[in-house]
Each structure stands twice: as C-alpha cells, then as structure tokens.
C-alpha cells in the first residue's frame, strides 16, 4: 500500500512527521468503535508532590512481552494485545520496518480531558525511541515546545485515522501535550505504541 506523503514539521533537534488518512475512513471508523467498546478503560490515580489527581483521561496498557510500563508513578501492567490492536501494529511495523512491543491506550471524553506537557523518555523506552501514534475520532490539537529554547513551538491537528511518528532526538529536546478545549466536542482515542526492552 502505498502512503500519502507525510508533512514532516521540520523540527529542530526533532523529528516528527505526519501521516493524514493512515487508516482509510471505513476503517478509522471501525476501529474507534471497536476500540471504544472492547477496550478497558481504566481511570488511574497519579501521585505528585504527596497529592493524588485523578487522571484527565482514561487510559490502558498492551504488551507482548509483560512489560510493565511506569510513568507519573504509576506502573501499568500490560494487558494481551486484542486483534485490533495486533492488525494496526502490523500495519505500521511493516509499512516503516520498525518492532513494537506496547501499546499506550489514551480516551479522551471531551474536551476537559487533555495530557499535560511531558516527553516520553523514560527508561525503559531507550534512547531516541520511535513512537508511532494513532489518532481516532474527535480531531485535538497537539502542541510540541522546545525544551531549552522557548521561541520553538509547533501544533498540529490530529485527525481522525491520521498517524504522528515521533523519532530520532524528539524526546529528549522537546515536550508534547493535548491542550484542553473549551469547545463541546467528542471522544478521541490515541494509541502510542512503543518498543519496551
Ligand atoms: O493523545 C495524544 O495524541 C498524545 C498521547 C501521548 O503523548 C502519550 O500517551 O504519551
Ligand atoms: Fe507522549
């Protein structure tokens, strides 16, 4: 299959690229509701200076290798992979010859709940790791911000069936984050997947 030529944002120090329409319409459209409905969600609790928040969306974990993925002090213990889930990763793995071993399920409800400015650097994720990210349904905007340089700032918007590749240096440069919204919209789904030695 052959893709539309990706708009790469041109980051310093990054790179990160975008792949609109990476999964047709139909098929965008059957995989959020799938994901939606099998899927289950959970609602975690994250610790911050001896405060507990509840998280701003509802998330879950997928891996084949019983990874353990640990961020903001929680440790998500993987779920099996669903069929859904193994088709997509496979269709990224082939189409950029890359290996995953997790996947991070992101639910977005409305436009209250968001994911704050972080990168995905931990540990165990290695250096300069490839992540693929899948959005589905409502579009949201993704802003990206320079870690040193405050004048570096990108946003791009999200569609639906659309895939982000972030690889390279990005993580360890610049930070990302879904901004709440004050617009009444609908429900997202992301999926990041990941390589997790
Ligand atoms: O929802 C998104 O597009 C971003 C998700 C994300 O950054 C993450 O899960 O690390
Ligand atoms: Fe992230």
């Given at each position: 299959?052959?893709?539309k030529?990706?708009?790469?944002?041109?980051?310093?120090?990054?790179?990160?690229?975008?792949?609109?329409?990476?999964?047709?319409?139909?098929?965008?459209?059957?995989?959020?509701?799938?994901?939606?409905?099998?899927?289950?969600?959970?609602?975690?609790?994250?610790?911050?200076?001896?405060?507990?928040?509840e998280?701003?969306?509802?998330?879950?974990?997928?891996?084949?290798?019983g990874?353990?993925?640990?961020?903001?002090?929680?440790?998500?213990?993987?779920?099996?992979?669903?069929?859904?889930?193994?088709?997509?990763?496979?269709?990224?793995?082939?189409?950029?010859?890359?290996?995953?071993?997790?996947?991070?399920?992101?639910?977005?409800?409305?436009?209250?709940?968001?994911?704050?400015?972080?990168?995905?650097?931990?540990?165990?994720?290695?250096?300069?790791?490839?992540?693929?990210?899948?959005?589905?349904?409502?579009?949201?905007?993704?802003?990206?911000?320079?870690?040193?340089?405050?004048?570096?700032?990108?946003?791009?918007?999200?569609?639906?069936?659309?895939?982000?590749?972030?690889?390279?240096?990005?993580?360890?440069?610049?930070l990302?984050?879904?901004?709440?919204?004050?617009?009444?919209?609908?429900?997202?789904?992301?999926?990041?997947?990941?390589?997790?030695?």
């Amino acid at each position: 299959m052959l893709l539309k030529s990706p708009t790469n944002l041109n980051l310093k120090d990054a790179n990160v690229s975008y792949y609109p329409k990476f999964l047709n319409q139909r098929e965008a459209d059957a995989y959020f509701l799938s994901l939606l409905k099998n899927i289950k969600w959970q609602h975690d609790v994250i610790k911050f200076f001896g405060k507990t928040y509840e998280q701003p969306r509802l998330t879950s974990f997928f891996a084949n290798n019983g990874k353990a993925y640990c961020y903001s002090n929680i440790t998500m213990q993987p779920h099996r992979f669903t069929k859904d889930l193994l088709k997509i990763k496979s269709r990224i793995e082939s189409q950029f010859n890359v290996i995953f071993t997790s996947c991070l399920a992101n639910l977005y409800r409305n436009g209250s709940d968001s994911n704050g400015w972080h990168a995905d650097n931990e540990k165990e994720l290695g250096l300069n790791p490839i992540i693929a990210s899948i959005s589905l349904g409502t579009a949201r905007v993704f802003q990206l911000k320079h870690k040193k340089n405050n004048l570096l700032k990108s946003k791009i918007v999200l569609e639906h069936g659309s895939l982000l590749l972030m690889q390279g240096e990005t993580q360890s440069n610049w930070l990302h984050q879904i901004p709440k919204t004050r617009k009444i919209i609908g429900k997202r789904i992301n999926l990041t997947f990941r390589y997790i030695a």
